[in-house]
T-cell receptor
């Protein structure tokens, strides 16, 4: 079945460092891809999305490009802040069911 | 901003007791999901509804879990009897399909502890 694989965390960075969180997927057809963020004690929030190959989603300085040839949707940010510390989830939407299938999440800790 | 409201935020109960979790989806959203989050399994989809009709509850242990939408403003998830392995954070999410337009909005979750 469809699935999402994320890099294991935690990822620990210093403020202003460059961030990459890897995400690859397995799916039949052409899913839409999402990144969600979960701050401590809260629910998941949509961070960005891409609906077709070569689309780039962006929001709050984060970017991810839908790469069909490598089945990847890596999350990047040029300069992280302490306030970016959270768990990041990669997800795909599954065909006609419109269900979201999530990866296991990657904890990001940014130190001052 | 419109929110998905979940109650209670925290619940501690004894093994064998019935637990009911409630979710008020955003007005106008026609799709509601229940997810369970644990350290070991991550986010698991338990059940979901469209226009109040259950579409898929294959992720839910049928012998003890049940999910319903008695009306468009309320979704419930019940566990009877509860067991320690049910301890987790349960999230409700709502949205309009397809999710490519606006994504789904998650509530803040119910943290359940079964002792």
């Amino acid at each position: 079945g469809d699935s999402v694989t994320q890099m294991e965390g935690p990822v620990t960075l210093s403020e202003e460092a460059f961030l990459t969180i890897n995400c690859t997927y397995t799916a039949t057809g052409y899913p839409s891809l999402f990144w969600y963020v979960q701050y401590p004690g809260e629910g998941l929030q949509l961070l960005l999305k891409a609906t077709k190959a070569d689309d780039k989603g962006s929001n709050k300085g984060f970017e991810a490009t839908y790469r069909k040839e490598t089945t990847s949707f890596h999350l990047e940010k040029g300069s992280v802040q302490v306030s970016d510390s959270a768990v990041y989830f990669c997800a795909l939407s599954q065909g006609a069911t419109n269900k979201l299938i999530f990866g296991t999440g990657t904890l990001l800790a940014v130190q001052p | 901003d419109a929110r998905v409201t979940q109650t209670p935020r925290h619940k501690v109960t004894e093994m064998g007791q019935e637990v009911t979790m409630r979710c008020q989806p955003i007005l106008g959203h026609n799709t509601v999901f229940w997810y369970r989050q644990t350290m070991m399994q991550g986010l698991e989809l338990l059940a979901y509804f469209r226009n109040r009709a259950p579409l898929d509850d294959s992720g839910m242990p049928k012998d003890r879990f049940s999910a319903e939408m008695p009306d468009a403003t309320l979704a419930t998830l019940k566990i009877q009897p509860s067991e320690p392995r049910d301890s987790a954070v349960y999230f409700c999410a709502s949205g309009l399909v397809p999710p490519e337009n606006y994504g789904y909005t998650f509530g803040s979750g119910t943290r359940l502890t079964v002792v």
